[in-house]
């Protein structure tokens, strides 16, 4: 038998993770209960997972609102909300409930029938909205997944186009892990290795009309784009961009879809990011905040083409269970009861000002860009000697100082509070920062 990587056997270490979970709390831990401490974590997380995220030393155990506690009781402020996951903030008391009634109720039941909660969900997400129908999944890639097929799927079955079944992206792009996601994804350092990538896939560079112009043809099933490029670092579509891509995609035939995975749910201060481009895309996908932290996420799609779905083109075993859309449906009804949109906009608004405020203060800041709580901050790149990463380095300081914030790039800080952050947590995080931004870029 190979040896473990350090001192614990795995059954000592199955045990001890048992022990903690299943031990009352004793008055001392309070309402964190019991926890192995952060060491521990770390050391078991390195012995059993697969190795295929950095993570910071700190493990969360518990959230409320714009805060999260870690293993060892430390608090802190979450401007990153699990990127852009926790939008109501965590253990908002409408999602606690509507999951623990449904957990009691029903937890999954099979799309070979009918789903009273997938239904009203449906009809909350696509009222008001240009899209006629919808189709859940668990995530944001297989929500592009779905979106690449069903625009394939659309030219054949629908248009028959045997020939049109290009998807065109954006260099730079997010669209997931999955490999047609990693393909649709403009960024060949998801790609490498990996190869070989299915085909059909073309990209042109963000915010290029003429090259746009150039790449989509009668060969083309759809375009696919962020409003906001958000792994890309929190680059914004110009509002010529995102026209033009609708006029060009109507002009030969193609499909307009938004990946809003990161963008929807009210992020950007509307419902959803293309409200601000007065442009109606043919499909957008959504996940992150949909489930409020549980997985699900969803395609939506005008009438004409999720036609194009008919039984057995497409499926998911827990796509739309009961769980998730109970979740999800709380997310969708507390967004609007509460005001969330606008008060993204407002409070994002602010939070950009304050931003901008602290940017005055400090030459190395480049630009503050975005909209609504979807902010990033650019940083020049640092000459000389020192660390040529300064965001990752900014970010690393405001963990320390207690802020979850996350460097999307060497120099792209990314701010993604919870829709529901007031003015004195901005103020706060902001203090955070400054002090890190000192620290760091002198
Ligand atoms: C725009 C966008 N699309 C797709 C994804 C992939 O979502 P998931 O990780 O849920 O598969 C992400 C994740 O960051 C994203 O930001």
Request: contains cysteine.
């Given at each position: ?19 903690a979970m ?8 309070g ?11 770390a ?20 959230g409320?609102g ?6 060892d ?6 401007f ?30 099979s ?23 919808a189709?859940?999944c ?16 659309y030219?054949r079955?629908?248009?028959h186009?045997?020939e049109?079944y ?16 990693i ?17 059909g ?29 958000g792994?890309g ?17 109507d ?7 938004l ?12 419902m ?22 549980v ?25 739309g ?20 949109v ?14 901008r ?9 480049a ?10 901050m ?49 103020d ?7 002090k ?7």
């Amino acid at each position: 038998m190979t040896a473990l990587p350090c001192g614990a056997s795995r059954a000592t270490a199955t045990s001890e993770a048992t022990t903690a979970m299943s031990r009352a709390p004793s008055k001392a831990e309070g309402a964190f209960g019991a926890h192995l401490a952060t060491d521990r974590i770390a050391e078991l997380s390195r012995m059993y997972l697969m190795n295929t995220y950095s993570r910071a030393s700190i493990a969360p155990v518990r959230g409320s609102g714009t805060r999260l506690w870690d293993a060892d009781g430390r608090e802190y402020l979450d401007f990153l909300s699990g990127i852009a996951v926790c939008a109501l903030g965590h253990s908002h008391p409408a999602v606690v409930s509507a999951v623990q009634k449904q957990v009691a109720m029903l937890l999954h039941c099979s799309n070979l029938y009918l789903i009273e909660g997938q239904a009203l969900l449906a009809k909350a997400l696509l009222d008001g909205s240009p899209f006629g129908k919808a189709f859940f999944c668990n995530s944001g890639a297989e929500a592009n997944e779905a979106a690449i097929k069903l625009a394939r799927k659309y030219a054949r079955a629908v248009r028959h186009e045997e020939e049109r079944y290009e998807i065109v992206t954006a260099l730079n792009s997010f669209h997931g892990r999955t490999l047609a996601t990693i393909t649709a994804t403009g960024q060949p350092k998801y790609q490498k290795g990996f190869e070989p990538l299915p085909p059909g896939f073309r990209y042109v560079p963000f915010n290029d009309v003429p090259a746009l112009d150039r790449a989509v043809s009668d060969r083309t099933a759809a375009v696919l784009l962020e409003a906001i490029q958000g792994e890309g670092g929190v680059h914004v579509a110009d509002e010529a961009y995102l026209k033009r891509a609708r006029q060009v995609c109507d002009e030969r035939g193609a499909l307009l879809i938004l990946d809003e995975v990161q963008t929807g749910m009210g992020r950007t201060g509307k419902m959803f990011a293309f409200e601000h481009y007065g442009i109606e895309p043919d499909a957008i996908t959504l996940a992150k905040a949909l489930g409020g932290g549980v997985p699900i996420g969803a395609l939506l799609a005008k009438d004409e083409v999720a036609a194009a779905f008919t039984p057995g083109t497409h499926a998911s075993t827990f796509g739309g269970n009961p769980l998730a859309c109970a979740a999800a449906l709380a997310v969708v009804e507390t967004i609007r009861a509460e005001g969330l949109v606008e008060r993204a906009a407002e409070v994002g608004r602010y939070f950009a000002e304050a931003l901008r405020a602290l940017a005055s203060r400090f030459p190395q800041v480049a630009e503050v860009r975005g909209k609504g709580l979807m902010i990033g901050m650019e940083l020049r790149p640092r000459e000389g000697h020192g660390s040529e990463a300064p965001a990752r380095a900014v970010a690393a300081a405001c963990l320390g100082g207690g802020l979850l914030v996350n460097a999307v790039s060497d120099t792209t800080l990314r701010f993604l509070p919870p829709l529901v952050v007031s003015q004195a947590d901005i103020d706060e995080a902001v203090a955070i920062l400054e002090k890190a931004m000192a620290g760091v870029l002198g």
